[in-house]
């Protein structure tokens, strides 16, 4: 059985060759533990001895295909936290990711597999779009392996004597080398069929789309919640267990709500559409805060305001740049967070303010490097 399955690995990598990195890194484990055929996160291949006598060559090697692409489209990563909400309903939503290309790439697979035709739903969509679309259907009974991010009775430990994982950061090489192939593949400089699904999958996978938005967001407001949750002594309010150390009085505390500074580059290398930029962001800050304190800079502080909405600004400057300048000035006025949106054309620091520090960067690939000490967010 372990020659049928090493067989039909082969025949299909030569219908998909760009396939081959993530195929050849499979570890084959016959196991009747699992009911059909199944991926871990550690790159193993799980197939059941009596099952595969019930499949032909050819969907032996349609299923090869599919469970290559649980792993290429890491499966087991992105299926993770839906997993933890509806294992059932994940593991649908993942096959319909890879079964609705099945089609298009030519491969046959079992009779029992779901398309998103079975659902009536649209093809093209990711395994999040079909988690929920798939909200409220009636859903077929699955095992619920690591492929999409839980675990089954069948899986090894990663370091398994006989049978060892392969580590995720070997396996993101292996997926990056799959998508640089695939797109070879697809622009006609390479061999094999790539089914749209797998196009969209590289192309997104070698060029993704951040929402640096919701980034600089939870950034800002991470960093807020931990600043919140700090605290000072003070005989003003007593401690909660004063009466278990009477007659000593102990103090109680209160919470410090953080001071917030924007820093906002003004040099001459930031344009009026950079400019633009910080203060649309200036609102997005606001949404979190309420209020800050907002310090134009270039190479030196030119205004200090206190704003509550971004039409309250005025930008000065136009010279040199050292952002290092504004933060300073912030943390002697005591903000305990500040924001510096900028092109990144600055000197920094070398050592760390005593403030929580988050960067906003306007500009792709400064001449300066970000420094280690603060948070850095690509605002593209």
């Known amino acids: 059985m ?19 990195p993530m195929a050849y890194a499979l570890t084959l484990v016959e196991t009747r533990l699992v009911p059909t055929m199944a991926v871990d996160r550690h790159a193993r291949l799980y197939y ?9 060559d050819r969907q032996l090697v349609g299923l090869m295909w599919h469970e290559v692409n649980h792993l290429v489209r890491d499966h087991p990563g992105r299926g993770k936290p ?5 294992p059932k309903r994940t593991m649908v939503a993942a096959d319909l990711e890879v079964n609705d290309d099945a089609e298009e790439a030519g491969v046959t697979l079992p009779e029992g597999g779901v398309y998103p035709e079975t659902f009536r739903l649209p093809r093209g969509k990711t395994l999040e779009e079909y988690f929920a679309l798939l909200e409220g259907k009636k859903l077929p009974d699955f095992p619920h392996g690591s492929n999409t991010g839980g675990e089954a009775p069948w899986e090894l430990p990663p370091h398994h004597p006989d049978y060892p994982g392969t580590p995720e950061a070997a396996l993101e090489v292996t997926r990056r080398q799959v998508a640089e192939e695939a797109q070879r593949a697809a622009e006609g400089k390479g061999r094999g ?23 600089l967001r939870h950034a800002i407001r991470r960093a807020y919640a ?16 004063n009466h278990a150390y009477h007659p000593f009085v102990l103090p109680g505390t209160y919470g410090l709500r ?5 820093v906002i580059d003004t040099s001459g290398s930031v344009d009026r559409e950079l400019l633009n930029q910080a203060l649309s962001e200036v609102k997005g800050v606001l949404r979190v805060t309420r209020k800050v304190q907002v310090y134009t800079v270039d190479a030196e502080v030119h205004t200090a305001q206190t704003v509550f909405r971004p039409e309250d600004i005025t930008l000065l400057g136009g010279g040199g740049t050292d952002m290092g300048q504004g933060i300073h000035r912030a943390v002697q006025d005591g903000h305990t967070l500040v924001i510096v949106l900028t092109d990144g054309e600055t000197p920094w620091p070398e050592n760390p303010p005593p403030a929580r520090v988050i960067i906003a960067l306007l500009r792709d690939q400064p001449s300066w490097p970000t420094p280690w000490w603060a948070t850095t967010v690509e605002v593209r």
């Open 2 to 20: 372990d020659e049928r399955i090493r067989t039909a690995r082969a025949a299909m990598v030569a219908k998909f060759p760009y396939f081959a």
């Open 48 to 56: 059941n001895p009596d099952f595969l006598a019930t499949v032909d």
């Open 82 to 86: 839906f997993h933890d909400i509806d």
């Open 193 to 215: 069929t790539v089914p749209s699904g797998i196009r969209r999958w590289a192309e997104a996978y070698l060029n993704p789309k951040v929402d640096w938005r919701n980034l």
């Open 226 to 241: 931990d600043l919140s949750k700090k605290s000072r002594p003070t005989y003003a309010r007593p401690h909660r267990r």
């Open 258 to 262: 953080p001071k917030v500074a924007v």
